[in-house]
């Protein structure tokens, strides 16, 4: 079940976040969160009707009423799924919502029967502690047809690609 209510220290005081799938309703503050993550140069862009079209694949975290992190899952074939569009609003970041996030994307991708996840990114660490492990790129050429080829810096691309097992952790 995608919902818990945690504890933590975050640089914003706040008793409890929420993390849930997301709804047709948090479509926009998902497409604004995205854009701060594009400006940022960390996330490609997202429209509003791709993440409408996609609204059953996105993890959101929640502080009260209000959007602060956001995560998508995306299927590229029955045994592997990838993490992406993961952004968290700056005062939340290094507090935990992240790992929540992708940890509830993780689930999605059990209840999905998916025994993989990856991602190409450029938080080494942070997924290495979510129990990912660095891999070569060559190993999802459905990423790098789906993605990578209109990416605008796919010469110079320096995210890493990262892989896990649904079942470890």
Not at 45 to 70: F, M, N, Q
Request: net charge negative; hydrophobic share 45%.
């Amino acid at each position: 079940m995608l919902h818990s209510s945690v504890r933590s220290v975050f640089s914003v005081v706040t008793p409890n976040i929420t993390i849930r799938k997301a709804t047709l309703a948090d479509a926009q503050g998902i497409a604004d969160l995205v854009n701060l993550g594009e400006r940022e140069g960390q996330l490609l862009p997202r429209s509003i009707e791709s993440i409408r079209a996609s609204i059953d694949d996105w993890i959101i975290a929640l502080d009260e009423d209000r959007l602060i992190g956001v995560g998508s899952l995306v299927e590229m074939n029955p045994t592997l799924a990838e993490v992406r569009s993961l952004v968290v609003e700056p005062a939340y970041r290094k507090g935990g919502v992240g790992a929540q996030i992708v940890n509830a994307l993780i689930e999605l991708a059990s209840e999905r029967h998916i025994p993989y996840v990856f991602t190409l990114t450029r938080a080494v660490l942070f997924f290495e502690k979510l129990g990912f492990n660095i891999t070569e790129k060559e190993n999802f050429p459905e990423k790098v047809w789906r993605d990578c080829s209109n990416c605008p810096v796919q010469f110079a691309c320096d995210e890493v690609a990262m892989v896990r097992s649904v079942d470890s952790g």
